[in-house]
């Protein structure tokens, strides 16, 4: 089992800039590919971002491009989400979640932080 735990998130005006962290328990964490995903109000859950196990490879949803960046720190068990320019639309619950190398499928999840952006 692998444990994860989000923090960072607050509320925030429009064009500025948190940053959150995930830190995980439980197992090796450098044998999970890491990701980001959100659910705003009455929505799906979307994907966010993704990073290999050692930081090589980052994914981003078109959304996000160019104002997210994901990073991992495997010495700490930690990943984080910096969002920089964020915008109104940007408002959701932020999940972090973990899959084993070569897993199709997130199989670990944290129970998400907030973020919301004002205009």
């Known amino acids: 089992q692998v444990q994860l735990v989000e923090s960072g998130g607050g509320l925030v005006q429009a064009g500025g800039s948190l940053r959150l962290s995930c830190a995980a328990s439980?197992?090796?964490?450098?044998?999970?590919?890491m990701g980001w995903f959100r659910q705003a109000p009455g929505k799906e859950r979307e994907f966010v971002a993704s990073?290999?196990?050692?930081?090589?490879?980052?994914y981003y949803t078109d959304s996000v491009k160019g104002r997210f960046t994901i990073s991992r720190d495997n010495a700490k068990n930690t990943v984080y989400l910096q969002m920089n320019s964020l915008k109104p639309e940007d408002t959701a619950v932020y999940y972090c979640a973990g899959k084993p190398v070569g897993s199709a499928k997130y199989d670990y999840w944290g129970q998400g932080t907030q973020v919301t952006v004002s205009s």
């Open positions: 439980g197992r090796t964490f450098s044998n999970y590919v």
């Open positions: 990073i290999s196990r050692y930081g090589i490879n980052t």
